[in-house]
């Protein structure tokens, strides 16, 4: 069984602060960063950007922290409706929504809490809703080296409901299967009828 790639991404040095350029893009829109209300918005619109991308410094070793267990269980895993937020890699706006992760165990599972947390290292990013899904899959797939694993993401984007064509109701539905859930029309079917046994609607 291949070993998980686990690598970090920290950066070795502190990140420069962009509060300075904030202020300056403040300005440019028309506004006075000296007023009252704006004074301190460039240092906490840093902090803020700094929370919503902390994926990058995130090192998955820390997050998984050894919970990986051999088992004899064999049957399907879904985490469902797992909340997300994340920034659009093309407008910095957010899109946000629900995460539903599902592999087929091959002799070794991993602790359910982590996988919400695996799912917030790629969320907290620049991101395009494709990439996401697929990086969830495949951290999942070096992990456990599973039969399956299936991730489904639904979105809704700030810059097509904001801006564009300003469709505030539009959601988007991206997924990525791989193993059984891509080669077995079955095991697919099952995953998606669990996933949509759910009282409240997206």
């Known amino acids: 069984m291949p070993k998980a790639k686990l690598a970090s991404i920290q950066s070795e ?3 420069p602060s962009f509060a300075a350029q904030l202020k300056d893009i403040i300005e440019a829109l028309g506004e006075d960063p000296q ?5 301190r918005t460039p240092q906490r619109s840093e902090k803020a950007l700094r929370y919503l991308t902390s994926g990058y410094s995130a090192d998955l070793s820390q997050i998984v922290n050894g919970a ?7 049957e399907v895993v879904i985490v469902r409706d797992i909340e997300f937020f994340s920034l659009c890699e093309h407008h910095m706006l957010p899109f946000f929504g629900r995460m539903h992760v599902a592999y087929l165990p ?11 947390r695996i799912v917030d290292v790629f969320a907290r990013r620049l ?14 797939e070096s992990l456990l080296n599973p039969r399956g694993v299936a991730v489904i993401c639904e979105a809704h984007h700030f810059c ?18 791989l193993g059984a859930f891509r080669d077995n029309h079955e095991t697919r079917n099952e995953l998606l009828s669990l ?7 997206f």
């Open 13 to 15: 040095s502190p990140r």
């Open 35 to 39: 007023r009252e209300g704006l004074v």
């Open 68 to 74: 990986l267990f051999d088992v004899e269980y064999d």
């Open 106 to 116: 091959d002799r070794k599972v991993i602790g359910l809490s982590k996988i919400p």
């Open 127 to 140: 991101q395009i809703q494709e990439r996401l899904t697929q990086q969830i899959a495949k951290t999942l």
């Open 160 to 177: 097509m409901m904001m801006r564009g064509v300003e469709k505030q109701h539009s959601g988007a539905i991206t997924s990525a299967m």
């Open 195 to 201: 996933v949509g046994q759910r009282s409240n609607g």
